[in-house]
């Protein structure tokens, strides 16, 4: 059980950063529109999001499969942990009972940040991934 479960910990993640990846992609106003209303516009530059994609893209499926694990899983953490302070008033607030703007929606971004750690926390008990030792 407990190696099924940390596997589908791991696949949902990483095709939660493989679709945001393809959307750069493939729907490049919708990314630039996220961009700007989440990261201040940080990367607000159309010719960049799909280099950007495509690299999130590569990382997601080193995710899925457990490669290169010591430094992947810290990436997509770093990427996830970017989401989650992108939406933090919905993490704080998610009905917006104090903070204007927020959105229960984005709440889940605290469990997918968990979901990161706990895939840290538990990489020598993996044993559906490429690099096991």
Known sequence: MKKWS???????IGLLVFWWGLDKI?????ALGVSDAFYFGILSQA???PILGAAQMLVAVAYIV???RHWVDWVVTLINTGSMLGVWKSVLDPF???LEGTNALFFPSLTVFAGCLVLIA???EEELVL???
């Open 122 to 124: 538990f990489r020598g």
């Open 47 to 49: 010719w960049l999001l």
């Open 26 to 30: 493939t729907n490049p106003e919708h």
């Open 6 to 12: 940390l596997f589908l910990l791991r696949l949902s």
């Open 96 to 98: 917006g009972h104090v």
């Open 131 to 133: 690099d096991r030792r």
């Open 66 to 68: 457990g490669f290169q």
